[in-house]
């Protein structure tokens, strides 16, 4: 059995397995995790009255355990999400990594009835600037808002900005709606006005759709996540939504939830059924929304052909790490990035410029 957080990982893999190629060579440039989660004691209470309750989404009810059982298997997990100190810091000293740009775990808030939904977000944003003020050079954050109280999270958006927090997360859909429908264009305003971009982070497919993800666990990280994810990706370049916002960024982890390896027929199949008038035409092919408005991140994927498909597909300035911890296992990401056999000017890139630039950190 491999150790979920010690040094045994997998040396086998593609890439990991490609050793030498910045070993020698003292790195010159920070490396920065931008998909690194946390909870707070308040929001863990909260979820285990959802659990408890009739009204659970079946899916998170299913994970529910993984976050919050306090069993000798997951109290590493448990321990890890709540600590915004010591242990947090001590953890990224000993794997290298420079920053963490945290956010509020999967599924945050969206599982809440709607006023505790809005105040536990304001709550956990104020608790990470703090945590933030405690340890300037080594964290940044991402603020939590709840989508479906439009009005509160645009104003809870600006609050953000003024907190100094570098974007907004959420985790996909929120009550089965997704962020392209036209009731949320507070939201996507707010973020243009304050020029924070939007972390689309993963959670399991919507309650409308999930029950073919049920069986064999599909509903969770290994397909379901990205399945979800990736739709609602989707819903928000096709709705032509992302022309009145030229300067909106959305960054998509686990690199890009598939869209990478599917744009070119994204585009081909988009132009046909424009021809048969099945679809609205937009001003720009598909692709294009993806290049010019997303970047993707290295969250939970360190296998080398993925790596290089996003390079190819999107270029180095669209690619930043992630080691999204404390669920994945961030040696790993940092050792297959290292040894990534790529140039150290796009290691930089990957690891720090990037993310400089995307989140507005300062270099
Ligand atoms: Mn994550």
């Known amino acids: 059995m491999v150790s979920r957080y010690g040094l045994g990982f997998d040396r086998a893999k593609p890439g990991a397995a490609i050793d030498g190629v910045c070993d020698e060579a003292p790195m010159t440039f920070r490396r920065i995790a931008v998909e690194e989660a946390f909870v707070t004691p308040e929001i863990v209470d909260e979820w285990r009255r959802v659990l408890g309750g009739p009204d659970a989404e079946i899916g998170f009810r299913r994970m529910g355990d993984s976050i919050l059982a306090e069993t000798p298997a997951n109290a590493s997990l448990h321990r890890r999400l709540l600590d915004l100190g010591t242990g947090r810091i001590a953890h990224m000293d000993a794997v290298g990594i420079d920053m963490q740009i945290l956010s509020l775990t999967a599924p945050g808030v969206q599982t809440l009835p709607s006023a505790k939904a809005v105040e536990l977000a304001s709550a956990s944003n104020d608790q990470l600037a703090a945590a933030i003020l405690a340890y300037p050079t080594r964290f940044a954050g991402l603020g939590a808002i709840f989508p479906l109280e439009c009005a509160a999270a645009a104003a809870e958006i600006h609050r953000i900005k003024g907190l100094g927090l570098h974007g907004v997360i959420v985790n996909s859909h929120t009550a089965d709606e997704y962020l392209d429908l036209p009731k949320f264009a507070p939201i996507w305003e707010a973020l243009a006005a304050c020029g924070l971009p939007l972390y689309l982070h993963p959670r399991e497919p919507s309650p409308s759709m999930i029950k073919p993800y049920l069986d064999y666990g599909l509903y969770f990280a ?92 999107l270029g180095k300035d669209r690619i930043l790490f992630a080691g999204d911890y404390p669920y994945e296992d961030d040696v790993e990401g940092v050792t297959f990035l290292d040894h990534a056999p790529i140039s150290d000017t796009v290691r930089q890139a990957i690891y720090q410029d990037n993310a400089c630039r995307v989140f507005g950190l300062a270099a």
């Open 222 to 313: 290994g397909w379901g996540f990205a399945a979800e994810t990736g739709l609602h990706a989707m819903r928000i370049i096709m709705s032509g939504l992302l022309d009145s916002f030229p300067d909106l960024r959305i960054v998509l982890g686990h690199l890009g939830e598939g869209i990478p390896f599917w744009l070119d027929r994204i585009d081909n199949r988009y132009l046909l059924q424009v021809r048969i008038g099945a679809v609205k035409e937009l001003p720009r092919l598909p692709s294009a929304y993806f290049r010019e408005h997303f970047v993707v991140t290295t969250a939970g994927m360190t296998s080398l052909p993925p790596l290089h498909l996003c390079l190819e597909m």
